[in-house]
C-alpha cells in the first residue's frame, strides 16, 4: 500500500503531479465536512505536503511522521509542536535564493527610479506636457540588511555589484563576511541608505523594524521588506511614509495578505509586489521538486535534504 498523505490548500501543479506518482494523496481543501473527513481518516496519514500546520491539525493526524513546507520560511508551522510530537518538519531553502535576490534589487531600482510611477505617466501621455524628473540611483550608497542569510548573502552580492557599501544587523555576527557587524538595528538604520529585510518571520521578530528603527532610517531613508510583513510596524510606516519622515519603501509582503493597507495605495513613494519573490517557474519547480525530495528520502529511511527538525 502506497503512503496516505494530506494537502491542506492547493500547491504547485508540477509539485501536485509528482505526489501523485508517489503517494496517495488527500485533499483537505476539497472536502465539503473537513473535521468529520479527518475524524474518519486521520489516522491514516502519515505525512503533510505543504505549509499552515499547527498542534490542533496534528493532534487530529496521531500517525502523522513529517511535514514537508512549501516555502523557505515556516513560521506558519507550529515548529514546537512538531518535536514534541516527534514529527519531522523540511523546508525548501536555496533553490528560492537567486529569485529573491533579484526581486530586491528590482525593488529598490523601482523604487529609487519611480519605475512604475515613470510607466504610468508615459501611458498616460504625461510626458508630452514636460519631463518627468530626477530621482535617485543605488550607486554609492550603504544598504543594512536585516537579517544575513542564505538569501540576505545573495542580496548583498547584487548590491555590491550596483556599486552600494553593504552592513548588516541579526542575532551574532558572522566573522566570515566582508561586512560591517551592527549589534544595535537602530544604529544600523541610522547609518544606512537603504534597509533591506530579509528576517525569518515568527514571534521572536514580530515588530522588529519598529517606529524608532524607521524613524533612525528617517525622511532620506528607503525600506525593503521581502521577508513577512509582520517584521515591520506596519501602522507606524503607513504614518511615516505618508508624512515624508520616511523616505519611501518597496514591499513584497505586508501584515495581512492579501490586503494592503489603503492609504499606500496612494502613495508615490512607494512601490507595491505581490508576495512574489519566489515567484517564477524556475524556481518554485525547483521547490515542489525539493518538497517531493524529503518525502522520499524520509519514507526511504534516507537522511532528510532540508531539516527543520
Known amino acids: 500500500m502506497t503512503v496516505e498523505i494530506l494537502q491542506t490548500s492547493p500547491l504547485l501543479a508540477s509539485c501536485e503531479a509528482a505526489l501523485a506518482e508517489r503517494y496517495t494523496v488527500h485533499k483537505l481543501h476539497e472536502q465539503d465536512d473537513k473535521q468529520g473527513w479527518l475524524a474518519q481518516n486521520g489516522s491514516r496519514i502519515r505525512a503533510h505536503a505543504g505549509a499552515g500546520v499547527q498542534a490542533d491539525l496534528m493532534d487530529k493526524l496521531p500517525n502523522l511522521e513529517i511535514i514537508a513546507s512549501f516555502g523557505v520560511g515556516y513560521d506558519s508551522i507550529d515548529v514546537a509542536a512538531a518535536r514534541a510530537r516527534n514529527v519531522r518538519v523540511t523546508n525548501t531553502p536555496d533553490v528560492l535564493n537567486d529569485a529573491v535576490a533579484e526581486l530586491t534589487i528590482g525593488l529598490m531600482i523601482a523604487l529609487a527610479r519611480r519605475i512604475p510611477q515613470a510607466d504610468r505617466f508615459v501611458r498616460q501621455g504625461k510626458w508630452m506636457a514636460g519631463n518627468y524628473g530626477l530621482f535617485s540611483e543605488l550607486t554609492g550608497k550603504t ?46 538604520a541610522r547609518d544606512s541608505d537603504w534597509l533591506v529585510i530579509i528576517a525569518p518571520g515568527g514571534r521572536n521578530t514580530d515588530g522588529i523594524v519598529s517606529r524608532q528603527v524607521l524613524e533612525a532610517l528617517g525622511p532620506e531613508g528607503r525600506l525593503v521588506n521581502v521577508a513577512r510583513g509582520t517584521l515591520i510596524d506596519e501602522a507606524a510606516m503607513v504614518e511615516m511614509l505618508a508624512s515624508g519622515r520616511l523616505g519611501g519603501a518597496a514591499l513584497d509582503v505586508f501584515a495581512e495578505e492579501p490586503s494592503v493597507p489603503e492609504a499606500l495605495l496612494e502613495l508615490d513613494n512607494v512601490v507595491l509586489s505581490p508576495h512574489q519573490g519566489s515567484a517564477t517557474h524556475q524556481t518554485r519547480d525547483a521547490m515542489g521538486a525539493l518538497l517531493v ?12 535534504l532540508s531539516a527543520v527538525v
Open 143 to 188: 544598504v543594512g540588511i536585516l537579517g544575513l542569510g542564505r538569501i540576505g548573502k545573495e542580496i548583498a552580492i547584487r548590491a555590491q555589484a550596483m556599486k552600494m557599501r553593504v552592513v548588516y544587523h541579526g542575532r551574532r555576527q558572522q566573522p566570515a563576511v566582508p561586512y560591517v557587524y551592527y549589534d544595535n538595528l537602530e544604529n544600523m
Open 293 to 304: 525530495a524529503n518525502l522520499d528520502a524520509h519514507f526511504a529511511g534516507e537522511p532528510l
